[in-house]
């Protein structure tokens, strides 16, 4: 059998956060090819690059609703292609009736979603979700009842893993040369400002853990995090500090896997981190809890005298750099990774 698991969410982030839900239905599916449509953003070819058991089909349309797939002509496009594959059965993470629809006129006969949003019309068999009417639902609980739902409500893993190659570390450290001992890593990226702890922060932080203990640091973000990169080791006067911002996600990946420990904001980083087993520390300001805390090597901050965050919290300005230096005092970890 052919499955295809649709996944259209933009963000690395994204896509870790639902490859165990992925992975635990694939899991029934034994002795079937694997497929995942999911848009380039999500570095999914790189991220799964050792992994044989899911083939990746890329979904060419972005957030501004560009692209080759995007339009009537592209869903089209996209339709042919999906056609061309001769799926039996397809799994949809995601709401929308677009992709539900996409499958009918490609020709699978058995789909599956969520069951929102007039979805539930193209879904074979029928699924109506009592939630219909309500727009504002957490994406991560729908992923997680969807996929016990779907397996019988057995247990599976809750932490996605990246799989990195020895030759992969040796070539890496071949290539950069800085210190590959005692490393922490400070994720200064994220996808947009409400999610990013202000850069003042990180430079008081950073010269705090620098002065307090024996450590590297290894600056993770995208290409646009550079200049902060650069910003912070002018202030500081620092040599023992490495950049990742300028590498492509696989080697990102590959470099962190030198650190002992993350500090950061939410964001792609921060996943790939905890999906390579590094225990992190993530600041949540604008993120609802549990899509940082699926994973057993992930810890949260959040601002004092807050309980819950969302979406709309705004609230990375209020976490304070001495809020944040507690947490990491208290995570047992440390004393023996320093």
């Known amino acids: 059998m052919k499955i295809l698991f649709i996944q259209p969410r933009v963000g690395i982030g994204d896509f870790i956060l639902f490859l165990p839900f992925i992975k635990a239905i694939a899991e029934l599916e034994k ?48 339709k042919n292609l999906i056609k061309s594959y001769s799926f039996d059965k397809a799994f949809i993470l995601h709401q929308s009736c677009r992709y539900a629809l996409l499958c009918k006129l490609a020709g699978i006969k058995n789909i599956l979603g969520y069951g929102r949003n007039f979805q539930f019309l193209f ?16 994406i991560y609980e729908e992923a997680f009842n969807f996929t016990k739902k779907i ?27 800085f210190n590959k001992n005692k490393n922490i890593i400070i994720g200064i990226g994220g996808s947009g400002p409400t999610v990013k702890w202000p850069i003042e922060n990180w430079i008081t932080l950073i010269n705090y853990l620098n002065k307090s203990f024996t450590i590297n640091f290894i600056i993770a973000g995208g290409k646009n995090d550079e200049l902060e990169f650069t910003l912070i080791e002018h202030e500081l006067k620092i040599k ?6 300028n590498l492509n996600i696989r080697e990102a990946v ?57 979406h709309s919290s705004n ?24």
């Open 31 to 78: 002795n079937s090819e694997i497929y995942c449509l999911t848009k380039k953003r999500t570095a999914a070819d790189q991220i799964l690059i050792h992994d044989k058991k899911i083939k990746i089909i890329f979904l060419e349309r972005n957030t501004s609703g560009k692209g080759k797939h995007a339009g009537i002509k592209g869903f089209f496009q996209l």
């Open 123 to 138: 879904l074979s068999p029928l699924i109506f979700n009592r939630n219909f009417f309500n727009k504002n639902f957490n």
């Open 151 to 177: 397996i019988n409500n057995k247990d599976f893993k809750k932490n996605a893993e990246i799989i990195i190659t020895n030759k992969e570390k040796n070539d890496f450290n071949t290539k950069y040369k």
């Open 240 to 245: 023992n500090i490495f950049s990742l911002c």
């Open 254 to 310: 590959i470099g962190m896997s030198f650190g002992k420990f993350f500090i950061g904001n939410d964001s792609g980083m921060h996943h790939l981190a905890a999906s390579i087993g590094i225990d992190t520390l993530v600041l949540i300001g604008s993120t609802p809890l549990n899509y940082t805390n699926y994973s057993t090597f992930m810890n949260q901050v959040i601002p004092d005298d807050y309980k819950q965050i969302g």
């Open 315 to 338: 609230a990375m300005k209020l976490i304070s750099v001495q809020n944040v230096i507690k947490n990491f005092k208290n995570i047992n970890l440390i004393k023996k990774l320093f």
